[in-house]
């Protein structure tokens, strides 16, 4: 079993910066495939990016130009950074990827962006 972990949330205002970060709780897991997304209160989950083992990314329209993911190797994590924040941004943030052909997510950080 594996446990994803994500980090990085928090407080911000309007225009500023997060980087979130997501964390396997087995070394061996490596996210060679994984996506963020988020769910805002009384709203539907939504993908907010994606990165493949190829290196192929997907970023909902919302978020293109503002949004980067990315994995590190040396640290083996994965990781979202947001630039430009609007405040239509805050919502939980999940990390999820797969592992051994089961879905797996982490429990969410809170990013709240204030106007």
């Known amino acids: 079993q594996v446990h994803l972990v994500e980090s990085g949330g928090g407080l911000v205002q309007a225009g500023g910066s997060l980087r979130l970060s997501c964390a396997a709780s087995r070394g061996t897991f490596s996210f060679n495939n994984f996506d963020w997304y988020r769910q805002a209160p009384g709203k539907q989950r939504e993908l907010v990016a994606s990165l493949n083992s190829t290196g192929s990314t997907f970023y909902a329209d919302s978020v293109k130009g503002r949004f980067s993911i990315s994995r590190d190797r040396a640290k083996n994590t994965g990781n979202l950074q947001m630039n430009s924040l609007k405040s239509d941004d805050s919502a939980v943030y999940y990390c999820?990827?797969?592992?051994?052909?089961?879905?797996?997510w982490g429990q969410g950080t809170q990013v709240t962006v204030s106007s």
């Open positions: 999820r990827s797969k592992f051994l052909g089961t879905e797996i």
